[in-house]
């Protein structure tokens, strides 16, 4: 998988002012950058502010640390290295730190691309984890990026992981199709791989993130077929980006060109106050719910069957609707089941931009 991840490579590729040079520098040291060779081909080199470019080179605002390495409480979950469950029917496998490319505003920061001891570590033991908890009815391997790892070991999780008689359907959470679309093309063997294994005792989705309607460019768009042609059932959830995706025309055109390419919309999510990403990729609440009402004036039944949604540490919450000076929400999934369903609001406030920002009411 050839790719940049030195800034003499980067300055082959952009242009890049020595001021912007030195801070990246900087940067790096901390949150290592990687960027595909064909993912850099989709970026503008003449705009300085292309929403692509945005996505996955450093910026001065990296800086600026306000926020959580951990916003939606992954320690609290995890119940051996590489292994969570928050929700009562789903297990999540952090199977790598690695991936294609570092997207700059990954709520995973904490881990992607630097030394961790959060990832898997003895398959066997989560295995185990998972066959005594009957309840856990869906596995979704995650990362990083599990499709960076070698054929043998997704062949590996699909294996054991397929002979647990209580799971319904396991889930890979890639960006490989968009950051590395010839892995999926051109790898005949992870090819016939996912289609054995999608419907025999369980049914392997995809879950992937597209972010920008450019995104999906020709060989993505062929990534995602070979996929379908695999028996791979394909959701994708965006994140709402500042100076990325923060416009209904955007957004609009993203979820009409995933349904055309057979990629379901599933969640929007609202970026994460995460360290080095709050700052500069964060949309207030109010103008996120604002801008996701345009966007669905745009779009029909099937391209609006997302929902925009806030990983909170205590639920996926959906951001409902606002009235009378109150924005309302609702729990999606709930890590305390008392919390299921439950409808709520907080009193509005232009700058919020996550839960924890909006006072709590108290009738
Ligand atoms: S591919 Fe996913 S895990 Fe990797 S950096 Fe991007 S958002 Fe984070």
Not at 29 to 37: F, G, N, S, V
Not at 191 to 217: D, K
Request: aromatic share 8%; charged share 25%; net charge positive.
């Amino acid at each position: 998988m050839e790719s940049i991840h030195t800034i003499e490579q980067l300055k082959q590729n952009l242009r890049i002012t020595p001021e912007e040079e030195r801070i990246l520098r900087k940067i790096v040291q901390k949150h290592p950058m990687r960027i595909t060779r064909s993912y850099i081909d989709l970026i503008d080199r003449h705009d300085p502010k292309d929403p692509i470019r945005k996505m996955v080179v450093p910026t001065i605002e990296e800086l600026n640390l306000a926020g959580e390495y951990d916003t939606s409480g992954e320690g609290e979950n995890t119940k051996l290295p590489g292994l969570q469950h928050k929700y009562t029917q789903t297990a999540l496998i952090l199977a790598t730190n690695r991936c294609a490319t570092y997207c700059r505003y990954c709520f995973r920061k904490r881990m992607v691309g630097l030394p961790t001891d959060e990832i898997l570590e003895r398959f066997s033991e989560a295995v185990a984890y998972i066959r005594e908890h009957k309840e856990i009815n869906n596995v979704l391997v995650s990362g990083g990026d599990p499709f960076v790892l070698p054929t043998e070991v997704i062949e590996q999780f699909m294996k054991e992981l397929s002979t647990i008689p209580h799971l319904d359907y396991i889930r890979f959470g890639t960006r490989i199709p968009i950051m590395s679309p010839g892995r999926i093309i051109e790898d005949e063997r992870l090819q016939s791989l996912l289609e054995r294994y999608s419907g025999s005792n369980q049914r392997v989705y995809i879950i992937t993130q597209v972010n920008h309607p450019r995104e999906l460019a020709a060989r993505p768009i062929e990534a995602f077929d070979t996929l379908l042609k695999c028996k791979m059932i394909i959701n994708n959830q965006s994140i709402l980006l500042r100076g990325v995706n923060d416009n209904p025309r955007t957004l609009a055109r993203l979820q009409r060109k995933l349904v055309n390419t057979g990629v379901n919309p599933y969640y929007i999510f609202q970026c994460r106050p995460v360290k080095s990403v709050k700052a500069h990729f964060q949309v207030p609440l109010i103008q996120g719910y604002k801008i996701i009402e345009d966007t669905k004036k745009m779009l029909d039944g099937h391209s609006k069957r997302f929902k925009y949604v806030m990983s909170h540490w205590t639920g996926k919450v959906e951001i409902m609707g606002v009235m009378d000076g109150y924005m309302y929400f609702k729990y999606h999934q709930a890590k305390d089941l008392r919390n299921a369903g439950r409808f709520f609001k907080r009193k509005l406030n232009n700058t919020a931009c996550w839960l924890d920002d909006m006072e709590p009411v108290s009738h």
